[in-house]
């Protein structure tokens, strides 16, 4: 089950993404990220350390995450490597 919990300081709102993310998910993920920086632009994160398994669609999504300045906190090991392997192509944050 995928879940999402939104946490805010001063200076960082933070989306906590927990359980198996596929591609049927990036959306609902993709509208909440578009309409976060509202009145004020405050830096996001997605805190990955809670997540078990993603697919190919959601790695490269992280990657178009990192490439528009979102901080990826708690990125298991294995989905940095497939990040880093994968760099180069792009979808849309």
């Given at each position: 089950m995928f879940k999402i919990?939104?946490?805010?300081?001063?200076?960082?709102v933070t989306f906590?993404?927990?359980?198996?993310i596929e591609?049927?998910?990036?959306p609902e993920l993709q509208k909440l990220l578009k309409i976060e920086?509202?009145?004020?632009?405050?830096?996001i994160a997605?805190?990955?350390g809670d997540v078990k398994l993603v697919d190919r669609e959601v790695?490269?999504?992280f990657a178009a995450c990192e490439a528009h300045g979102i901080v990826l906190?708690?990125?298991p090991s294995y989905v940095r490597e497939?990040?880093?392997?994968?760099?180069?192509?792009?979808?849309?944050?």
């Open positions: 919990r939104r946490s805010e300081d001063k200076d960082l906590a993404l927990s359980g198996r591609e049927e998910q990036l920086p509202g009145a004020k632009p405050t830096p997605l805190d990955l790695i490269k999504f906190k708690n990125c497939w990040i880093e392997t994968g760099r180069g192509r792009s979808n849309e944050p």
